[in-house]
Each structure stands twice: as C-alpha cells, then as structure tokens.
C-alpha cells in the first residue's frame, strides 16, 4: 500500500506571504495527487488535484507541483490570506484500482493579519 | 443538494455500549469510506465499500464493523466501544475519480 509523508505539520506566515506544503509518495504506480483542505468544524473538501501526466496545475491562488522522479508533490499558496488558515492534507491512491485514498498527516496552516 | 450526512455529530457514550453512526450520500457514488481521525496521525481509513455489499478493511479496523446493503448508506458500527476509539470520524463517497465527499463528522467520546 500507499505510505504518504507531509511536512511541516504547522506552518505559520503573514497575510501576503506565500506558503509551501510538501508530500512524498511510496508507490511510482501512483497516479492521482489531490490536496484536501479541512476547516474548523467540517470535514476535508478537495481544493485541488493533479494526475501524473502533467507536472504543474493552478487554480487562481492555488497550485500543485509533481515531481515523479523524486516521487514528492507541493501545494503553493500564494497571497495567502487569514480564510486560508486551515488543515490541509495531501493524499494518493491507497491501491492501484481502487478509489481510497491514504493521507497524509495533515499541517496546520495559521495566516496571520 | 449533493451531500454526506452522518448521524449523530456527538456522541458520548460508556464503554461496552454498542453504538451505530450512520452514513448516506444523495450522489449515486458506488464507493464508500470510513476514517477516523486523531490528533498527530492525520486521516487513517477504517474500512471500505467499493458497491453494496462489497467491503474491506482499511488501515486501522479493529474494534469496527460496517454493512452496505444500500448504496446510499453505510453505517459504522462499534460493537463494544472502548476509549481509545474516541476520535472524529467521518465518513466520504466517490465516484471512481477518486475525489472524495466528505460527511461533517462524528465527535465520539467513550469514557
């Protein structure tokens, strides 16, 4: 199965600043990235997704980058702002075939005004 | 409105009380998940429904059952909770896409 590392757990920046979050995978078979954001009191939703056939994808403030070589994946964040302050979480195919997800544990993101 | 609901969102309860939470989607998904969540271990799957009556363990099944006998619902099931199963839990719903929809949680305390 799957084992997917994430770092840094917590991460504190300044509204304005950019900010990175890192992954990296086990299985090279892998081949769906997707990045999940849980606010206070609710349960994950999807912010964005990459699958292996490309290296880079954005979405407005958001992008994901895919370094298959190296097996890793980073959210950027740029301009946060404080409603980005949230637990984020990376994930990728628990098995080959199947459509479960094995996550990462998780870091907590804290903008500051 | 396309959704997850879980009932209920807390729950206390003592230890050796069986307990079901249950779990349904309005998306017509075929696969469905159950995690609980604790705090430094992130998201760890208890078990999945890949269609009715078609399920398998996850990472940490111990001390779980779950049944799905309608694709809308898939209840989780502690048969004698103790208090090392206080955790969050959610469960989510896919298509086989792999985005998951997630529920808003199920706070559980066992003392």
């Known amino acids: 199965g799957e084992n997917v590392e994430q770092h840094p757990s917590t991460l504190s920046v300044q509204e304005g600043d950019s900010a990175v979050i890192k992954c990296t995978y086990s299985?090279?078979?892998?081949?769906?990235f997707p990045w999940y954001k849980q606010e206070l009191g609710k349960g994950p939703q999807l912010i964005i997704d990459?699958?292996?056939?490309?290296g880079e994808k954005k979405d407005q403030r958001i992008a994901v980058t895919l370094n298959k070589t190296a097996k890793h994946f980073s959210l950027h964040i740029t301009e946060t702002q404080p409603e980005d302050s949230a637990v984020y979480f990376c994930?990728?195919?628990?098995?080959?075939?199947?459509?479960?997800?094995?996550f990462g544990k998780g870091t907590m993101l804290l903008v500051s005004p | 409105e396309a959704q997850v609901t879980q009932n209920p969102r807390y729950l206390i309860t003592v230890t050796g009380k069986k307990l079901t939470v249950t779990c349904s989607q309005n998306m017509n998904h075929e696969y469905m998940s159950w995690y609980r969540q604790d705090p430094g271990l992130g998201l760890r799957q208890i078990y999945y429904?890949?269609?009715?009556?078609?399920?398998d363990k996850g990472d940490v099944p111990e001390g779980y059952k779950v049944s799905r006998k309608e694709k809308r619902n898939f209840p989780l099931i502690l048969e004698s909770p103790s208090p090392n199963q206080t955790s969050l839990y959610f469960c989510?719903?896919?298509?086989?896409?792999?985005?998951?929809?997630f529920g808003p949680g199920t706070r559980l305390t066992v003392t």
């Open positions: 994930a990728a195919p628990r098995n080959s075939g199947y459509s479960t997800l094995t």
């Open positions: 990459i699958r292996s056939n490309v």
């Open positions: 989510a719903s896919s298509r086989s896409s792999y985005e998951q929809y």
């Open positions: 429904s890949m269609n009715v009556e078609v399920t």
């Open positions: 299985d090279s078979a892998s081949n769906y």
